[in-house]
């Protein structure tokens, strides 16, 4: 079955290569040179910070477990770091818009670089901690970047579809060519050169730092909310009736929970899929084909968004679609395959057609990212970007906490289908997003922020 994986690895990167070198002009757009070297730039530093993250994934429950943790203990330091997320990072990541969005990056490099030293402690309170900050640094990575790119690239007067060939280069390389070499680069630490399961969380803290001095030294600090009143509550109350007051916001929102949701449930569930029965299966290949189906979504999404059609709002109701119905295929396997009762082995049958369609769902993903990015610019007002971003996580963070608290509880064929049932959700409500894309706010802003400002905000 060795032959198999190569295979698909072969076909994926043979995939890649021809989407990206096929490209011809109407799948570019022409940029200015000031524009390149302000992209470059930010994908230079993104690519740091995902070098940092990705170093550490891999390893964070194997470190876990050579401390001589169980599964147990090991879950409650995962919740710890949702739930960190979910409260502390929504707060910490909503005062970006107030603080700065560079402070709140640099702040990002800072809280994932302590996250790492605390790795070095075998003691559970300090791991404790260290899940704390890192939950809180998640949540900076996936709003202050995204809110500084924005605010940045509008406030240099680049044109607005311009951004779609940042986010689209930004996933092509964070999310794949990066997660790729960080894999490598960790296996060399921990397996070659054995320096131990710590290694790699030491390489993630070097690369974060060389991110944080880029910052400091060569971008400009840009805010959401200009005003001068700096109350947290009245931040959390203009967001929320921004969500409410438009249904767009409010679909967005809830289609990005729904997406990101099953995503991450996917991440616990594709390794127990695969070898249910202990079968021998090389992780780290699997994971660095998955990284390439990701690029091949991302280098798909950057044509699709060069062009005038589709539009964004129109082909992700197929990328849900699709996604949905990948994730249907361990609960379809598990009907018209026999499955296998002997322990260890190669990879089963079931398992080779299950792997091709978590390719295409993580091809979804490639796609999903820089896509999700570019509605998130054109939707939600730059004054609360970051708060509303937050907003957005909130929801998710409680979901995978549950998803992780009872992992045990429910066979594996019913948390697939409940992914698959949540994606086909986000699918009709992409559908109804479509429908009202064109349709004017109901409520401005600046209109909803005189409203609620008559009422008297509590200072936090």
């Not at 876990?64 to 949702?82: E, N, W």
């Not at 296996?187 to 070659?192: C, K, S, Y």
């Not at 805010?223 to 967001?239: C, I, M, V």
């Amino acid at each position: 079955m060795e032959v198999f994986y190569y295979m698909v690895f072969g076909i994926l990167g043979v995939v890649v290569a021809a989407t990206e070198l096929s490209k011809s002009n109407k799948d570019r757009i022409n940029t200015s040179s000031a524009f390149n070297s302000f992209k470059n730039n930010y994908l230079f530093v993104y690519s740091l910070m995902m070098a940092g993250d990705w170093l550490q994934g891999p390893y964070v429950y194997y470190l876990y477990s050579t401390y001589g943790y169980g599964k147990g203990d090991i879950g409650q330091l995962f919740i710890a770091g949702f739930g960190s997320s979910m409260l502390f990072g929504t707060i910490v990541g909503s005062l970006a818009d107030k603080q700065g969005r560079k402070r709140a990056c640099v702040t990002y490099c800072i809280t994932y670089i302590l996250s790492c030293i605390t790795k070095h402690s075998p003691q559970y309170k300090i791991l404790m901690l260290g899940r704390i900050l890192g939950g809180i640094a998640t949540s900076l990575l996936f709003s202050a970047f995204e809110s500084w790119l924005v605010a940045e690239h509008n406030k240099r007067g680049f044109e607005q579809q311009w951004l779609s060939i940042t986010f689209s280069k930004a996933i092509f390389l964070g999310n794949g060519v990066v997660a790729i070499l960080a894999g490598l680069l960790g296996n060399t630490l921990v397996d070659a050169l054995a320096l131990g399961p710590v290694a790699p969380f030491d390489a993630a803290s070097c690369f974060l730092t060389i991110g944080m001095f880029v910052i400091l030294f060569s971008w400009t600090e840009n805010y959401g909310d200009p005003s001068e009143n700096k109350d947290l509550l009245t931040q959390f109350r203009g967001a929320a009736v921004a969500i409410a007051s438009d249904e767009k916001i409010a679909l967005l929102g809830a289609i990005q929970s729904l997406f990101e949701g099953s995503m991450y449930t996917f991440v616990f569930l594709w390794t127990p899929a695969l070898s249910p029965n202990d079968e021998d299966i090389p992780h780290g290949f699997i994971f660095a084909t998955f990284m390439l189906s990701s690029m091949f979504g991302s280098s798909l999404a950057s044509r699709l968004m060069a062009r005038q059609a589709p539009r964004v709002e129109s082909y992700m109701q197929i990328v849900f679609a699709v996604s949905a119905a990948s994730l249907l295929l361990p609960i379809v396997t598990s009907f018209l395959v026999a499955p296998s009762k002997e322990k260890g082995g190669s990879i089963s049958f079931a398992g080779c057609i299950q792997l091709l369609g978590f390719c295409a769902f993580e091809a979804c993903v490639g796609l999903f990212w820089p896509s999700i990015m570019k509605m998130r610019s054109q939707y939600i007002p730059e004054e609360a970007r970051s708060t509303i971003m937050n907003f957005f996580r909130i929801p998710l963070n409680i979901f995978v906490c549950i998803v992780l608290y009872n992992v045990d509880a429910f066979p594996m064929t019913v948390m697939f289908g409940m992914c698959s049932i949540f994606l086909f959700v986000a699918c009709f409500l992409q559908r109804r997003l479509m429908a009202i894309a064109d349709k004017p706010k109901t409520e401005d802003w600046v209109a909803m922020k005189e409203r609620d400002s008559e009422a008297e905000p509590l200072n936090i």
